[in-house]
Structures are given as structure tokens and as C-alpha cells.
């Protein structure tokens, strides 16, 4: 059975050894790389933990999902105005197709229904079959068609899920 924690300043080795898994693991379907992310400090992984805590609403809310202990997987979710977005969504090969993902989306679609989102927003890496099915039945809905990712060679769907009032 999969647990949700949020993520707090001192957990910062998680969300980091979280992130480069899931940027080695999907290269493409991330803003940023690897390589780059794995030059940071400690004080910067740290301190991309800290801002939450200090009531940043702009950093958003990082939650890890662990089976058995072990983390294995990482979502953000922020409010932006009457809207949530989630993002960095992320579940180890490991994990997947045994509801990790599913319990992971819920935990931030309760945090943004929770603070009055009207609905939550997040973007998948078009050709990713798998995350776009778990948003669909999660209740997202495809909106416009697929963008360009700057900098990369892929493009991203836009999604919603509306909370209603």
C-alpha cells in the first residue's frame, strides 16, 4: 500500500535523489536535465525544500509517495490563483501499474481542493501513453492541442481537472 508524506526541508536528499531517478529515467519529459540538476549544492536542494516551508505559495507543495519504505515517486502541486498545477509528477518503473501514481495524484488534488482550487492543471509529455491515461482516469481532459517544450525536441499536452466550486 502506498503512503503519502509531504516533503519537509530536512527530506531534501529524498526529493533529490527522487528528481535525478526521474530526470535519468525520462529525460525528455522535464524542464530541465541530468546533468544540470545533478551539479547542484545541498544547499540548493535544500533550500528548493525550504521555500514551501517558509509559506512560499509560489514553490508549491512537494509530495513523495513510498512503498515499503522506500520513496518512489515525487509530485508538486502549487496554487496559481484559483488554480492548482501539478508538476515534477514522477513514479519509479518499479512501482508503476500498481496504483502508486493514482494515490499520488489524489494526495495533491486533495491539497488544491482543500484550498478552493476551481481546477487543477498539469502537462504530459505527449507520447507518454501510460501518464496520459492515469490523468484521464484520474478525470483530466485534454485541453488545446500539444505545445513544443522549449529547448527540446518534444511537445506537452495541457490537462484539467475541474473541482467545480
Known amino acids: 500500500?502506498?503512503?503519502?508524506?509531504?516533503?519537509?526541508?530536512?527530506?531534501?536528499?529524498?526529493?533529490?535523489?527522487?528528481?535525478?531517478?526521474?530526470?535519468a529515467d525520462s529525460?525528455?519529459?522535464?524542464?530541465?536535465?541530468?546533468?544540470?540538476?545533478?551539479?547542484?549544492?545541498?544547499?540548493?536542494?535544500?533550500?528548493?525544500?525550504?521555500?514551501?516551508?517558509?509559506?512560499?505559495?509560489?514553490?508549491?507543495?512537494?509530495?513523495?509517495?513510498?512503498?515499503?519504505?522506500t520513496p518512489v515517486g515525487l509530485a508538486w502541486v502549487k496554487m496559481e490563483g484559483a488554480h492548482a498545477s501539478i508538476y515534477q509528477v514522477w513514479v519509479a518503473p518499479e512501482a508503476r501499474g500498481r496504483g502508486v501514481g493514482a494515490a499520488l495524484l489524489d494526495a495533491a488534488i486533495t491539497w488544491a481542493r482543500a484550498r478552493k482550487a476551481a481546477e487543477v492543471r498539469l502537462d504530459v509529455t505527449a507520447g507518454d501513453g501510460a501518464a496520459a491515461r492515469l490523468y484521464r482516469r484520474m478525470g483530466f481532459v485534454d485541453v488545446g492541442a500539444p505545445v513544443p517544450m522549449p529547448g527540446r525536441t518534444t511537445f506537452e499536452q495541457a490537462m484539467v481537472l475541474t473541482l467545480g466550486a
Do not use: C
Open 27 to 69: 529525460p525528455q519529459a522535464f524542464g530541465s536535465t541530468f546533468a544540470e540538476e545533478s551539479q547542484r549544492t545541498d544547499d540548493i536542494w535544500a533550500a528548493r525544500l525550504a521555500a514551501p516551508a517558509l509559506g512560499s505559495h509560489l514553490q508549491g507543495w512537494p509530495f513523495a509517495v513510498e512503498v515499503d519504505g
Open 1 to 23: 500500500m502506498p503512503a503519502i508524506r509531504t516533503l519537509h526541508p530536512d527530506d531534501w536528499p529524498i526529493y533529490r535523489d527522487l528528481r535525478l531517478r526521474a530526470l
